[in-house]
């Protein structure tokens, strides 16, 4: 597995990103945040992600840009109380999240990616795909943002950076796919904090098979 290379811009977006857990941001109303990245991202779409994981037997996962993620913190699951691991039932969980010096990227049955993408300098958006494909093993599960950030950048730029409509997401990610017959993905594009266009889960094994099927009834 290739290092991921990152374009200059990417890496200066990686320092903005730092500089904000360190120091908070601004909004873009002009309230002052000192807390960056702090929420559970995967929280509000746990149950969806939970059928995903569950039917196909995943233990291990990486979340891949885990911001605020704490998988062993109570009441990741409100009604019963229970953390993000034992709520998904899985052995081992590692974390990747370069602005908080988290770097545990290790290839895993899962990868999950939740709110991260659209914080990717366009030019790199390819390269991160393809890297979030080969450290999974059988499943990876996108949620990508769809819309402008509340969060300003140190730099005075809106903290989603790349802002795409869902179907430009669904094509990108498409487009790398293909190299990774073996590995199912989900993708869950938000157009807004509570709205978001969920895609069917697929292989592009399947979408071979069923493109070949819609061919031959032609």
């Given at each position: 597995m290739s290092k991921l290379k990152l374009s200059k811009q990417g890496k200066e977006l990686i320092k903005l990103y730092e500089k904000m857990v360190k120091e908070g941001y601004s909004r873009r109303d002009g309230v002052e945040v000192k807390k960056?990245?702090?929420?559970?991202?995967?929280?509000?779409?746990?149950?969806?992600?939970?059928?995903?994981?569950?039917?196909?037997?995943?233990?291990?996962?990486?979340?891949?840009?885990?911001?605020?993620?704490?998988?062993?913190?109570?009441?990741?699951?409100?009604?019963?109380?229970?953390?993000?691991?034992t709520f998904f039932d899985v052995k081992e969980v590692n974390t990747f999240e370069p602005a908080r010096n988290l770097m545990e990227k290790k290839q895993s049955d899962c990868v999950i990616c939740m709110d991260v993408l659209e914080h990717i300098f366009i030019a790199d958006v390819p390269n991160v795909i393809d890297e979030l494909f080969s450290l999974s093993k059988n499943l990876l599960i996108i949620n990508v943002a769809c819309y402008k950030a509340a969060a300003m950048l140190p730099n005075g730029e809106n903290a989603h950076i790349t802002v795409r409509h869902p179907l430009w997401w669904?094509?990108?990610?498409?487009?790398?796919?293909?190299?990774?017959?073996?590995?199912?993905?989900?993708?869950?594009?938000?157009?807004?904090?509570?709205?978001?266009?969920?895609?069917?889960?697929?292989?592009?094994?399947?979408?071979?098979?069923?493109?070949?099927?819609?061919?031959?009834?032609?």
């Open positions: 960056a990245f702090s929420d559970f991202e995967l929280r509000k779409f746990r149950n969806l992600c939970k059928e995903k994981i569950s039917n196909s037997k995943i233990k291990t996962i990486l979340d891949y840009g885990g911001g605020g993620s704490n998988w062993e913190e109570p009441n990741f699951e409100p009604s019963t109380g229970e953390n993000a691991k669904k094509g990108s990610i498409d487009t790398i796919a293909s190299n990774f017959p073996n590995v199912s993905y989900a993708l869950i594009a938000s157009t807004s904090y509570s709205n978001a266009t969920i895609f069917p889960e697929i292989s592009h094994l399947e979408q071979i098979k069923h493109q070949s099927f819609i061919a031959l009834e032609k």
